[in-house]
């Protein structure tokens, strides 16, 4: 087997696991009730929330945000996560494609998105949490930006390329 396959197969095994941490971890605290994501959702006021949810990202960011080489790119120092919180916010709502972009690094995966998995306040949380992580020092990130983003691009059904999401980040 190729060691390019036998990484894609671990980073996909490393999610499902973080699925099924991320389920216990509801189970057991009993924060899963009527919930606004398809998960179920964490309370609010939770203050390790952004790094619970971070569980549905270590596959493919790993523990320390160094993503894995060639196939998901680095959250430490990233300047999606650390710049203009909507491209972040985002990002994570629908996925990325890095794919289109000329003489970008390479990474063979496209990003997911959580617009059906995480709540708002689930969202906010993750990236505030990234933010602050990793050498990162970027603000945190308000609910109300992740709703508002959400209810403007509803209809959106496929991950952003960099160009959609520079575009959008330049407009007011």
């Not at 998960?39 to 160094?66: F, I, K, V």
Request: charged share 20%; aromatic share 8%; hydrophobic share 45%.
């Amino acid at each position: 087997m190729k060691a390019e396959t036998v990484l894609l197969v671990a980073a996909a095994l490393l999610v499902v696991l973080a699925l099924a941490v991320v389920a216990w971890q509801r189970a057991r605290s009993g924060d899963g009730e009527g919930g606004e994501s398809a998960l179920g959702t964490w309370a609010a006021d939770d203050p390790q929330l952004g790094r619970r949810a971070y569980a549905l990202c270590l596959g493919c960011h790993g523990p320390e945000g160094r993503g894995i080489a060639g196939y998901a790119p680095p959250l430490a120092q990233a300047p999606w996560l650390n710049g203009d919180p909507r491209a972040a916010v985002l990002i994570t709502l629908h996925g990325f494609d890095a794919t289109t972009e000329p003489g970008a690094p390479y990474y063979s995966s496209r990003m997911s998105g959580f617009h059906d998995r995480l709540a708002d306040h689930e969202i906010a949380a993750l990236l505030s949490w990234a933010r602050q992580q990793w050498g990162n020092r970027a603000p945190p990130v308000e609910r109300s930006l992740v709703g508002e983003l959400r209810r403007r691009f509803a209809g959106r059904d496929r991950p952003w390329s960099p160009a959609e999401l520079r575009a959008v980040v330049a407009a007011p």
